[in-house]
């Protein structure tokens, strides 16, 4: 079991996770489009496959189970008031049949690969938002993780990693694919 870079083959099972577990948190106010979303999903890993550092799209593969949880994170999106550089969160899905304690578990452990790929390319703040109703528990997690929460919005300033700056960021690193 572990995080790999989400490939093109994956595609209808991160959309079938999203549905389960976002459809009707969101259906009340903008309509599930699971063609575009799987439309995104491949434009996002064609990118991040010849622009290394632009996206990091991971799916958590288990040998029982197969893709159980997957993240779309990017770079650059930004405030329209800093040019202080960011990566922001655009999706973290978990199957929602899992248990509780190994969909917090996995919570964490995508917070910890995001704070992970920012180290490595010198991302100085990470945002994470939510859409879900339900959003309080899963900022709690972060704010255990050391970001700062506002609201459904949590920052987290990402401080230089001697380590991870010698690392190599290129095509061959999976950590920030």
Sequence with gaps: M??????????????????????PDIADFLTPDPAY????LAH???DRNFNAGTHCLQVYDT??????AWTWLSRGAGAVYSRTPTAEAHMLHTDPTLSVRTRIQLVRSTLELWINWCEILEIPVLVSTTIRKE??????????????????????????NSNASNQNTNHSSTTAT
């Design 37 to 40: 979303l799987a439309e995104n």
């Design 63 to 68: 040998a029982d189970r197969g893709i159980v």
């Design 2 to 23: 572990a995080w790999r870079p989400a490939q093109l083959i994956d595609i209808d099972r991160m959309v079938a996770i999203s549905d389960a577990q976002a459809g």
């Design 44 to 46: 996002a890993i064609i």
């Design 135 to 160: 959003w309080r528990a899963f900022m709690r997690i972060h704010e255990q993780m050391g970001f700062e929460v506002r609201g459904s919005h949590a920052f987290k300033h990402i401080e230089r």
